[in-house]
């Protein structure tokens, strides 16, 4: 059960979508450029993500500002679908609810390091 002004993806009014997949964005070219998306391939998300990279690599001579504009424009369809499949809390203006997508990241990679 959700608190009261916590929803899911979903549930997002398009304005608050935005913001959850610019910040997502931000957080993803962040792991693309460290080489560090492996934690994604635990989610039904392997075309979402080949997409998106492929797109990334196309366009590298962007600026990042272009860059994340692009992928905002031509891929924010697949980055909803990622996004909504990572089964993660937002507040209703599209912030995260209980972490950063940098803190969930490290969360699930300390749950995988435990288990080795």
């Known amino acids: 059960m959700l ?9 997002l009014s398009d304005e608050a979508k935005s913001r959850a997949i610019h910040d997502f964005i931000d957080f993803y070219l962040r792991k ?8 994604l391939t635990d989610y039904p998300i392997q075309y979402e993500v080949e997409q998106i990279n492929h797109d990334i690599q196309q366009n590298s001579n962007f600026h990042p500002e272009q860059l994340r504009d692009f992928i905002y424009q031509n891929d924010g369809e697949l980055f909803e679908r990622i996004i909504s499949s990572l089964d993660q809390s937002f507040m209703e203006n599209g912030v ?3 972490q950063s997508f940098d803190d969930w990241y490290q969360q699930k ?8």
Not at 32 to 39: F, G, R, T
Not at 109 to 116: A, F, R, V, W
Request: hydrophobic share 35%; glycine share 8%; net charge negative.
């Open 109 to 116: 990679y300390d749950e995988i390091s435990k288990g080795l």
């Open 32 to 39: 693309y450029s460290n080489n560090s998306l492996e934690i």
């Open 3 to 11: 608190q009261p002004g916590v929803v899911l993806f979903d549930q």
């Open 96 to 98: 995260m609810a209980d």
